[in-house]
């Protein structure tokens, strides 16, 4: 079991979960808005989506590298040609981190937890996301691909869940910390760039 390579994924997972996006904007506005306990609540839908995700990736890829080399090549290959036109996306916008919370209405957390899961799982990026994520990060040659890909899921809801929360826990100050920093956007951008580049690379890189 290559541990080097799961500890990899999880600081992977932090960087983007950090990073700018729509995830965590929309949490931080949440808690702005309407407060912690709203914010942990969308945090907890959003995470909830992401073992649907998982889960068709799990099935739909591990059938696929039982089924051929070439089609897993296919996949690496169209992964990290996707991570690296993300890259490309997050290099061509813009480094200003826009906080604007006037026109968030205030919901129950009833409804923002089915809003994040609803958000999440209709979110067919998210699958291909984890499509082209995932399979680069295949930790042990004994396990099945399946119970590796559900391992790589729940990391991945671990460590987004807890910097997420820590998002929302924490709205206030990382709100005011954004004002006084302009600069700060535009480094979470090139980390951002670095992560997806670096990814892209070790996805076509690993074996089967």
Same mark, same amino acid.
């Given at each position: ?66 089924? %051929? $080399?070439? &089609?897993?090549? @296919? *996949? ?6 996707? #991570?690296?036109? !993300? ?52 930790? %042990? $040659?004994? &396990?099945?691909? @399946? *119970? ?6 729940? #990391?991945?809801? !671990? ?50």
């Amino acid at each position: 079991m290559n541990y080097d390579l799961l500890i990899s994924f999880m600081i992977a997972t932090s960087v983007l979960a950090i990073s700018p996006g729509p995830d965590n904007i929309y949490v931080l506005m949440q808690s702005i808005v309407n407060g912690k306990k709203y914010g942990l609540a969308t945090v907890a839908g959003l995470i909830s989506g992401c073992l649907v995700h998982t889960t068709l990736v799990a099935f739909g890829v591990s059938a696929i590298i039982k089924e %051929s $080399d070439i &089609l897993f090549f @296919i *996949i690496k290959l169209l992964g990290a040609l996707y #991570l690296l036109f !993300l890259a490309f996306k997050v290099y061509k916008s813009g480094s200003e981190l826009s906080l604007n919370s006037d026109n968030i209405p205030k919901k129950s957390l009833s409804q923002l937890f089915k809003q994040g899961f609803i958000m999440n799982v209709f979110n067919p990026k998210v699958s291909i996301f984890f499509l082209a994520f995932f399979p680069g990060f295949l930790f %042990s $040659d004994t &396990l099945s691909s @399946i *119970i590796q890909f559900y391992v790589l899921g729940l #990391l991945f809801m !671990l460590v987004s869940g807890i910097i997420l929360s820590t998002i929302a826990v924490l709205a206030g100050s990382i709100s005011d910390y954004i004002k006084q920093h302009e600069r700060i956007g535009l480094y979470l951008k090139w980390l951002q760039i670095i992560v997806f580049v670096g990814i892209a690379i070790l996805i076509f890189t690993s074996e089967k």
